[in-house]
């Protein structure tokens, strides 16, 4: 049997105090005091989810995005962002939304509008040109007023006979 010795003294009154003579200690790690410790400490941005019984031991998951970890008040489970805010994944904090609106004086929405305008006027400008020109017989061929209602590429029960590769 070991002898026991006093090494050291924990008291909590009238304030806590810790104190240990490390010389009177033999260690058996290379004169390294061991650390005693299940689970290393989890990286800023993850969560400790408890890994078997003791405190010590848990794994560490990384917080979702939208969420995040405040582990000075609960290292245990990711805290949710509020509506207005957003995080990456494995955040600490959470960032406001900034809502960026194009403006009509930007360069990208004058070139959108002008092409948008060109495409409703090329679209008027052909309308119009088979509506006025309905009775040609050029226009007749291309049977404007069922070619008109059709967008996309035909089902294969739709296609009628064609006389030609051209018309088909």
């Not at 240990?20 to 290379?30: A, G, K, Q, V």
């Not at 410790?37 to 408890?50: A, H, L």
């Not at 809502?99 to 004086?105: G, K, S």
């Amino acid at each position: 049997m070991y002898p026991y010795k006093y090494v050291g003294s924990y008291d909590t009154e009238p304030a806590v105090s810790f104190s240990i003579n490390e010389t009177l200690i033999r260690w058996y790690t290379n004169g390294t005091i061991p650390v005693s410790r299940c689970s290393e400490e989890c990286q800023n941005g993850s969560v400790r989810t408890p890994y078997r019984m003791y405190k010590c031991c848990f794994l560490c998951d990384v917080c979702p995005k939208d969420t995040y970890i405040n582990h000075s008040a609960d290292p245990y489970s990711c805290i949710p962002c509020k509506k207005n805010e957003w995080s990456d994944p494995g955040s600490t904090s959470c960032k406001e939304r900034v809502v960026d609106y194009i403006r009509v004086t930007d360069p990208l929405s004058i070139l959108l509008l002008l092409s948008v305008s060109f495409m409703l006027f090329l679209a008027a400008a052909i309308t119009i040109l088979f509506a006025r020109n309905y009775s040609t017989p050029v226009v007749r061929v291309e049977s404007f007023d069922s070619a008109a209602w059709r967008i996309g590429e035909q089902e294969p029960t739709d296609r009628r006979r064609c006389d030609d590769f051209l018309r088909c």
